[in-house]
Each structure stands twice: as structure tokens, then as C-alpha cells.
């Protein structure tokens, strides 16, 4: 919102605080001043002026503000100054008003206020008015529109003229739109109007929606000789949803929707009055003011015991100050017998802002200035925090991650529908968003391997090989409630080389995170390497995946790609704290390898297992040493060397007692359909 | 006559322990004179022939001489050997500036970093760290939060709708309101994580990025508390005393509501790119925990209050390292993320 430092000026006696200094005053104590811009002038009409620009969102709950006199009263309540009123109120004329208004529902709008004016000559707006506005980025059209506008942009109380002429009937009918109306407003565009819309209307049908914009049909042209302006309040809700609804937010319905003061109608009516009798001379007013609506709430005055403020603020404030500060900014100010005072908001401040004693701490706060509040630490309870294991968890995988060599990646949480059927899944599984920002960001990530396979993509181009991860949520639909958000851990490892490395180093992660964890062969997705696929086993469970990327989805990267997707939920809740010592073992043990002879394709993992099995409780370790195939093997076999190491916890173990535990793990896997080279 | 025979043969062992090369050159030597069979050894079988007068004496140079030739010997192959290993170690020589096999070690996204640092920080000053899902309700993450339906403030925070009427949460003030239904104040909280706004992606706007929403709920906050809180905070944050500035700053979950500013840290308030030539950052919007709020997750504003603050990860981790685009940190470049 643009404010004229030179308008400000007119409104407020004595002020003299320069622009910039005035823009950082306003920042400290009212609302953010986002910049001050000279502009020149050399017409006599319009001299140098400064635009201080105040940013829109921190004026969100300061409909007041939302004119230059609101800002002024701000100003002078700052600097000092005195504000001086441009309304008078005596100009409005009495009597019966030639036009009716009708009202259907006073809670979509409280008050109605219009006033008849004829002989009317519409030319352009005098040199000087048009500048201001221009200086505000409103554009001058013509003497009618531009006074409401300059009114608009004074106190902040939209205002629609209407060409008396062209309307049907001798009654405004304020209501809410009929199935099938349609207006064209004044930017010619046509607006299929749905029955929660309030509209203005005549006999015929829609001549404006209400506190939106006006009707093409009914507007101000060199024609007009005879108008009828509104002044009007309607119901900050009904015109956001209104203006929402048809994608059209006015200068107008940026006001109403932060809730306008019903009072100030009529006053609007008394400012353009005058403004026009200057502007159009030989204007005449017909008749009274017409003026419809609920009665005017009174805002209700609000206690606030200074020993309370000064707690709140942690500050104590001269109570004649506190009560400065009230008036200044146009409040009632009453002393309650007990160290109180009984403060009534203006009604500019009592439509949303002002309802609670913590609204006006914050008047006198930053009247005061934060910055004269010393800082001061709490006396409070000292408790150690609860933990949260889940965050502690994922802090060890990332270090672990780390560690081993991985670089961590954030990616978007969206995914487009090509990418979600490349890796297998269903659109219709995915949480959809209603409005994207791009189609290929339509969808909530059922999975990390979108992102992490882009990553690897990407980062094709500049390296040889690299390790990344993500740590990231999965969304799930759920039957109830809200989605299921399910953390993942996915760590990549690209290489050009025969993709062994990568696949092993991510099995050592996997290890590494869950002592004992297995991978076991399963059978591949379509991303997934046919043959080098896996599950990864955890205490009896799968937690989650261990792959090399399917040919067919390395695309231009000229390397391999391993993946690891693990579920990090459902390993936090397999983690055991529950750690017990073992004695150590007090008799020697005794080493000895053998090398299985198997086929090809049988597995180490389950060799091992086998032949721990075989050995029972004897087992101190087994580890694999190496394997072969090859001359003088035949075709289609290879050799597994594994190293045992075992013991008694009770004696040291004889020579005959080796030769059978050597004996037993022999004919055990022969049976199983091994064999041995020995 | 023995004592002249036994001198020379010294002199000349002597002079041929020094002489010898290597440990084969001085064996030879060793064996000639200190051998079973070697000149001290004929030497000895002599002396029965001398009278008993003269055989202890010159049986007692006679050991003399023997001692300290081999003595001669023991140092020449210690020569030998300290000579030996000298040459060994030289001959192992190694260049320590190869580089490391890999992996190196891999790097924790900047995000990460800070929000761990932030996180210890709070946690030591008691604070409990709670987590909140991303896809939330609109209950809160606006209306509990005092922004009803309808309530132009909506406006501040551009929304992702999803089609089942949830949406992706804007802020993180949303966990604020599942900590005060979870836990009896006094409370102290924080809540990091990922937030939402459709907004088009540019150098310095993010549909995706980190935020940090904390919250003290107890019987006596004010408004000097909040200032000594976030003071705290953003000193250990930079790792130095950093000048701020409180200032009007509206929120309807905040009443007052502010907008904190430090001091840019780049130009010290003189005016520079950065600060866009202000002389102040804008940091952390804050203040004290509307009524309304307490109230609607049951708490009783009379007996409790406090205050909430909200800290931007991403723009705090771009001005810790000068980072010029934001698409820098979701991009999963490795050239980017490795330099942290």
C-alpha cells in the first residue's frame, strides 16, 4: 500500500519528521515501511512528493490503516502532531432521501449509505488530484470516479457512484445473487454470479457485486448528468469469499475484507460531497441522505490492570503515559478504582483488532518501543526435555552415513505421474495436491527413488562415482485421518565399473546400521536388476531393500547405480537397548577352513548358515575367506572357503573332539547336497 | 715376548675390525683372532710352557686383549647393523601426499547442520523437540492457530491443497498447536521440519524449505522474556553478541506479534546488498501466545501464557555460507552439497 507523505503532511499539524526518517518510525511502531521513494515535480500543481510504501501483510489486521487519515492519526500519535479531520459531517444535507434501500440480510451488511446528486458535469479531475492519485498507482479516469477513489484512498471507505439514469426502479436492493444472474463489470469481463454473492441491485437485476466492483451497465460516462453515490459496509467474510471465488481482489475488496468500520459511511458521503461541489460545479444534492442498516454496535469498553501490563511487559510504564498513548490513537480512557483503567477502542479498531486487554498491550508496547524492554531470563521450572528417540535415531544414520562416505541430498516431497508409474506405482495411490504448481508436481512421493534417481542422473555429468542419501517421508494414503508419513533412508552408490563395489559397500551400511541384518535374494521390480535384487532382513522381519538399478533406467549416466531403501520406522522399532555381557571364553579354541564345493548360483549366506547350524553351540566364529571357480572345478561349480573357529566353555577341545565336529559339519552338508574339497 | 706379540696382534686386529666393510667381511677377521682355533686361542696354549710367575700376568693381558677385541667386533656389527636399517628405512621412503583411498567421508546437507545445532541448543535449555506430519489438517494449521476461514491473514501463506481437504503444512507453528494438545504447560518446545508454500520457485523463493517453530508456555511470560530468549538463541546461532531490533509485526497466533531484525552481519548495519542497503535483517517473527490459542487447546489463558517464535533454517543456513539461490539446496547437486 502507497501512502503520499505530502497527504500524510496535510493531516497531521506541525509535521516536519522527514520521509525516511517517518518510513523507519512507522516500521518500529505501526507497520513495516518497505521503502520511501522521492518523486519530482516541477508543475506548481504538483510538487516533490515521497511515496512511503507499507507492506500489505502487516497491515492485515488494521482495516484503519488502509487510508491516509488512519495512517495519519498513527503518525501523529508518533511524531507528536495533531490530526486534523477532513470530514464535515455539516455539508450532508437532511431530509427524506429521493431513493430507497432495501437490506435483506443486515449481517452481510450492516450498514448502506447513499446520497443523490444531479446536475453533474463529468469532465477530467483538476492537475493536482490526479497526481496524488497517480503517486498512489491509482489511475485518474474522470471528476466522479476519481473523488471516490481519493476518498477511498483517504479514509479507507470504498466508495461506487452509480448514473442515476440507468437504473430501473426507485430502490437499491441489497441481496444475495439469483440462480443464473450474470454481471459484466466495469472490466467488461462477465461474472457468472453463484447465490452465496451479494449483489447491488435495481428492479432490473445485479448492478454491482457488493464491495467487489461494479457493473459495466450502470457506470459513470460523459453522459451522466445525474448519480447516486454508496458509501456501504458489508461483512469482511461473505466479500473475501466472494472476491476469492471469482479471482478478483479490488482495491475494494482488499478494504472490506479487513473488516471496515460501519461508521464511517456516511462520513465517505460527506468527504466526496464536498470534494465534488469543488470538482463539478453547479452539483447539486437531492434531497437527504439515504441510510440503512442495524444499529450501530458500541465497542465495549476493556479492563487493564497496570500491574498486569507492566508483568506482561516486563517493563512499568508511567500510568499518564499509558493513558497518552490511548488518546493519542483515539481511545477512551477511563481510571478504575483499583489500578486499572477502563479503555474503549475507537470504532476504526473495534470491528476485528481491538477486543482483549492483550491488544492493548501491544498499543502501548509499541508506542513505548520494543526496544526500551531490557532483556530479562524467566525464573522457570529446570526438567531435563523428553528425548525423541525417532530424531536421535535418524542424527545416528546420517552420521553413520557420513562416515562411510555419503553425501546427504534433500529433494521435494512431489513427484510427477510419469515418474511415479517409471518406478511401478499407481497414480490413484498417491496423495494428490488440488493445486499444483506445475503438473509435474502433482503428487505427494509414495517412495524416495524419484529424487534419489534424478540425483544420480544429474550428478552423472560431473562425476566418476559418488555415494548420496536422502532421509525423507513417505506419504501413504490412509483409510482415515491423515496420510501415513513413513521417514525412509535411501543411499545411492554410482560407479562405472561392474557394480559389485556399490552393491557391497551398501550392504555395509545395512550391516552397520543393524548388527545381524541379511540380505536375502528376492524377486526384482521392473527398476530393479533381475539378478541382483534383495531383501533386507532385520530379527525376522524385511525392512527394507537392496538392489542394483535396472539397466534400462541408467539412461545417459554410463555407470551402475546400487540402491538401499530402508524403512527407518520399522528399524527403530526392531532396536533393542537391551545389551548383556557374555562371559568371555576361559579355554582356547581351535581354527580350521573348509571349502565347499557348490553350484554356481548357491548362496555363501546360506552355506554359512548351514554349517553354523552344524556346529551348535561349539561356534565361536565363521567367516567366509574366499571363493573360486574355475580349472580344475568342473563347469557350472565353485569352491567356498570358510574359516570356523570353535570351543568348549567347559575344557579345551581334543584332537578327536576337532575331528568330529570336523566330521559332522562333512556329512551334514553332504546331505544337504554339498560337497567338499578337502 | 708375549707381551709384544699379543700388542701387535691387537694393533693389527684392531685395524682390521675397522677396515672390514660388512658383517661377511669382518666374520673372517673375528674367526683369525677370536676363534677356537684363532691367534688368541694358540696364543693361550702357550702360556702353559711360561713360568707360574709369568703366567698370570700375561694370562691376564692376554684376557684383556681378548675382551676388548670383541668388544672391537660388537661395535663394528652394531655399525653394521644401525647402517643396515638406516638403509632399509631410507629405501622405504613413501609419499604421505597421495591422496587417501575412498570413500571419503561424505558431508550432511547444510540444513542438517544447523538444525542439529539449533536443536543441542535447545535441548540444553530445556526444551523438548517434537515432530509433526507434513501433510496436516486445516483445523491446525490455521483455525487452531486463530486464523478462521475466511480470515485474510490466510493470504499471508500460499497453501498447497491436497484433494482429500488436507494441505501441506505453510508453517510450523502447526507442531505449537500438537504440543499444547499433547503436554500440561509448563512447556517448552520446538518443532523443526518442512513447510510448504505454492509459491514459483526463483533465485530466492522456495515451495519447499526449513523452518523452526519454538514455544514457552509457564505462568509469568512477558515480552522482556522473549527478548532474552531470542537474544540467547541468535548469539549462540552466530557465535557472537548480534544486535536486534523488535518490532510491530502481525500474526493472528501472536498477540503482540513482532518481527525481529539483526543487524546485518555482513555490512554492520552500514547498508549492503544483503540487507538490501536497510542495515537489518529480518529474522524471527515471535511474540506472545494469542489467548485465543490457549483456549482452544484447552489451556486457561488466565493461569498460563507464553511465547512462540518462528526461525527460518533455510535463510539462516543462506546467510551462515553466502548462499546466492535458494534452488541450490533441493537441487541434490554433489558439487554444492560437498562443501559443507
Redesign the interface.
Known amino acids: 500500500m502507497k501512502f503520499s507523505y505530502n497527504w500524510l503532511c496535510e493531516l497531521v499539524e506541525g509535521m516536519n519528521t522527514p520521509p525516511k526518517q517517518l518510513g523507519l518510525l512507522l516500521t518500529m511502531k505501526t507497520a513495516e515501511c518497505e521503502g520511501v521513494e522521492e518523486v519530482s515535480g516541477t508543475e506548481p500543481e504538483c510538487p516533490p512528493d515521497s511515496i512511503i510504501e507499507i507492506d500489505n501483510k502487516s497491515l492485515t489486521h488494521r482495516p484503519d490503516l488502509w487510508g491516509h487519515y488512519g495512517l495519519a492519526r498513527e503518525v501523529g500519535a508518533i511524531v507528536g502532531g495533531k490530526l486534523r479531520d477532513p470530514v464535515h459531517m455539516e455539508l450532508l444535507p437532511q431530509g427524506p432521501p429521493p431513493i430507497a434501500v432495501s437490506i435483506n440480510d443486515m449481517a452481510l451488511c450492516p450498514r448502506y449509505s447513499a446520497l443523490a446528486l444531479e446536475n453533474v458535469t463529468v469532465r477530467p479531475s483538476p492537475r493536482w488530484l490526479q497526481r496524488r492519485l497517480e503517486v498512489i498507482g491509482l489511475n485518474p479516469i474522470n471528476n466522479v470516479v476519481d473523488v471516490t477513489n481519493y476518498v477511498m484512498a483517504e479514509l479507507a471507505q470504498p466508495l461506487h457512484a452509480f448514473d442515476w439514469d440507468l437504473l430501473r426502479g426507485s430502490t437499491i436492493l441489497i441481496r444475495t445473487a439469483q440462480p443464473g444472474e450474470h454481471l459484466v463489470a466495469l472490466n467488461e469481463q462477465e461474472y457468472a454470479l453463484d447465490p452465496r454473492d451479494l449483489v447491488i441491485a435495481d428492479e432490473r437485476g445485479p448492478i454491482a457485486l457488493a464491495g467487489v466492483i461494479g457493473g459495466l451497465d450502470t457506470c459513470i460516462t460523459d453522459r451522466t448528468r445525474r448519480i447516486v453515490l454508496e458509501s456501504a459496509n458489508f461483512q469482511a467474510a461473505s466479500i473475501r469469499r466472494t472476491s476469492s471465488r471469482h479471482k478478483l481482489r479490488t482495491d475494494a475488496s482488499m478494504r472490506f475484507e479487513k473488516a471496515q468500520d460501519p461508521a464511517n459511511t456516511v462520513r465517505g458521503l460527506a468527504r466526496a460531497l464536498e470534494l465534488l461541489q469543488e470538482f463539478s460545479p453547479g452539483i447539486r444534492v437531492v434531497a437527504g441522505v439515504a441510510d440503512q442498516g442495524r444499529l450501530l454496535r458500541l465497542p465495549e469498553p476493556i479492563l487493564l490492570p497496570l500491574d498486569w501490563l507492566a508483568r506482561k511487559l516486563g517493563k512499568t510504564v508511567d500510568p499518564e503515559e499509558v493513558k497518552r498513548i490511548f488518546e493519542r490513537l483515539g481511545f477512551l480512557v477511563s481510571p478504575d478504582s483499583s489500578g486499572a483503567f477502563m479503555v474503549t477502542p475507537p470504532s476504526w479498531r473495534a470491528t476485528k483488532d481491538i477486543s482483549l486487554r492483550d491488544d492493548l498491550l501491544e498499543e502501548v508496547g509499541r508506542m513505548i518501543g520494543y526496544d526500551s524492554i531490557p532483556s530479562q531470563p524467566p525464573t522457570a521450572l529446570v526438567s531435563p526435555p523428553l528425548q525423541h528417540p525417532e530424531r536421535l535415531f535418524h542424527r545416528q544414520v546420517r552420521a553413520t552415513l557420513v562416515e562411510l562416505g555419503f553425501t546427504e541430498v534433500y529433494n521435494y516431497s512431489f513427484v510427477s505421474e510419469e515418474q511415479a508409474k517409471a518406478f511401478g506405482y499407481k497414480v490413484e495411490d498417491h496423495v494428490r495436491i488440488a493445486n499444483p504448481i506445475a503438473s509435474d508436481q502433482c503428487l505427494m512421493r509414495l517412495n524416495l527413488l524419484p529424487g534419489i534417481w534424478k540425483n544420480i542422473q544429474q550428478n552423472s555429468k560431473h562425476f566418476e562415482n559418488f555415494r548420496l542419501f536422502e532421509i525423507g517421508r513417505e506419504i501413504h494414503k490412509s483409510a482415515t485421518g491423515l496420510p501415513q508419513e513413513i521417514p525412509h533412508l535411501v543411499a545411492a552408490v554410482f560407479r562405472r565399473d561392474d557394480g559389485q563395489q556399490g552393491l557391497m559397500e551398501l550392504k555395509r551400511v545395512s550391516e552397520h546400521l543393524m548388527p545381524g541384518s541379511e540380505v536375502m535374494p528376492a524377486s526384482a521390480r521392473p527398476y530393479e536388476h533381475p539378478a541382483r535384487t534383495a531383501d533386507v532382513n532385520w530379527h525376522g522381519t524385511t525392512v527394507g531393500r537392496l538392489f542394483e538399478l535396472h539397466p534400462s533406467m541408467a539412461g545417459e549416466t554410463n555407470g551402475r547405480a546400487a540402491i538401499l531403501d530402508l524403512d527407518l520406522k520399522q528399524i527403530e522399532s526392531l532396536m533393542s537397548q537391551d545389551k548383556r555381557y557374555t562371559p568371555l571364553r576361559r579355554f582356547p579354541s581351535s581354527a580350521f577352513d573348509l571349502s565347499v564345493i557348490a553350484q554356481a548360483r548357491d548362496l555363501a549366506g546360506t552355506m554359512q548358515k548351514h554349517m553354523a547350524a552344524l556346529v551348535g553351540e561349539c561356534l565361536e566364529s565363521i567367516e567366509f575367506v574366499r571363493q573360486y571357480s574355475g580349472p580344475p572345478l568342473p563347469e557350472g561349480k565353485k569352491s567356498v572357503s570358510f574359516r570356523l573357529k570353535v570351543a568348549s566353555p567347559d575344557h579345551t577341545l581334543s584332537s578327536e573332539e576337532l575331528a568330529a565336529i570336523r566330521q559332522r559339519i562333512i556329512d551334514g552338508m553332504r546331505t544337504l547336497g554339498y560337497d567338499f574339497r578337502l | 715376548m708375549f707381551e709384544t706379540t699379543l700388542s701387535e696382534l691387537e694393533v693389527q686386529a684392531r685395524q682390521q675390525i675397522a677396515t672390514a666393510k660388512t658383517v661377511e667381511e669382518l666374520e673372517p677377521v673375528r674367526v683369525e683372532v677370536l676363534g677356537r682355533k684363532g691367534a688368541l686361542a694358540r696364543i693361550s696354549k702357550e702360556l702353559a710352557k711360561l713360568p707360574p710367575e709369568d703366567r698370570a700376568r700375561v694370562g691376564k693381558l692376554l684376557n684383556a686383549v681378548k675382551q676388548s677385541l670383541e668388544a672391537a667386533v660388537e661395535a663394528r656389527k652394531a655399525e653394521f647393523q644401525a647402517l643396515a636399517l638406516k638403509a632399509r628405512l631410507d629405501a622405504e621412503w613413501f609419499d604421505l601426499t597421495l591422496p587417501a583411498p575412498?570413500?571419503?567421508?561424505?558431508?550432511?546437507?547444510p540444513?542438517?547442520q544447523i538444525q542439529?545445532e539449533i536443536?543441542d541448543l535447545f535441548?540444553s535449555l530445556?526444551?523438548?523437540?517434537?515432530?509433526g506430519?507434513?501433510?496436516?489438517?486445516e483445523y491446525h494449521n490455521f483455525d487452531a492457530l486463530n486464523i478462521p476461514?475466511?480470515h485474510?491473514?490466510r493470504?499471508?501463506q500460499d497453501t498447497?491443497?491436497?484433494?482429500?481437504g488436507?494441505l501441506?503444512r505453510t508453517h510450523t507453528s502447526a507442531v505449537q498447536i500438537r504440543g499444547l494438545e499433547r503436554f500440561t504447560p509448563?512447556l517448552?518446545m520446538i518443532a523443526p521440519g518442512?513447510v510448504?508454500r505454492?509459491?514459483?520457485?526463483d533465485a530466492s523463493h522456495e515451495?519447499?524449505f526449513y523452518q523452526l517453530e519454538g514455544m514457552?508456555v509457564?505462568r509469568?511470560?512477558?515480552?522482556?522474556?522473549l527478548?532474552?530468549f531470542m537474544?540467547t538463541l541468535l548469539s549462540a546461532i552466530f557465535g557472537r553478541e548480534v544486535t536486534v531490533?523488535?518490532?510491530?509485526?502481525?500474526f493472528?497466533f501472536v498477540?503482540?506479534?513482532?518481527?525481529l531484525d539483526i543487524q546485518c552481519l555482513i555490512c554492520g548495519g552500514a547498508g549492503c546488498p544483503v540487507c538490501k542497503q536497510g542495515g537489518w535483517v529480518e529474522l524471527l517473527p515471535c511474540g506472545?501466545v494469542?489467548?485465543n490459542v490457549l483456549r482452544m487447546s484447552r489451556i486457561d489463558p488466565e493461569l498460563w501464557?507464553g511465547f512462540a517464535f518462528g526461525l527460518g533454517l533455510t535463510r539462516l543456513v543462506m546467510m551462515r555460507y553466502g548462499i546466492d539461490d535458494i534452488r541450490h539446496?533441493?537441487?541434490?547437486?554433489?558439487?554444492f552439497?560437498?562443501q559443507f
Not at chain 2, 126 to 131: M, S, V, Y
Not at chain 2, 133 to 137: A, F, G, K, Q
Open positions: 575412498e570413500p571419503e567421508r561424505g558431508n550432511l546437507h540444513i542438517t542439529n536443536e535441548t530445556g526444551f523438548t523437540i517434537l515432530d506430519p507434513e501433510v496436516e489438517t476461514p475466511d485474510p491473514a493470504d499471508m498447497f491443497w491436497l484433494t482429500d488436507n501441506l509448563p517448552r518442512r510448504f505454492n509459491e514459483e520457485v515451495h519447499t514457552m509457564d509469568e511470560i512477558s515480552v522482556a522474556h527478548i532474552y537474544k531490533r523488535l518490532r510491530p509485526g502481525y493472528p498477540e503482540p506479534g513482532f518481527e506472545l494469542h489467548p501464557n539446496l533441493q537441487s541434490g547437486d554433489l558439487r552439497l560437498r
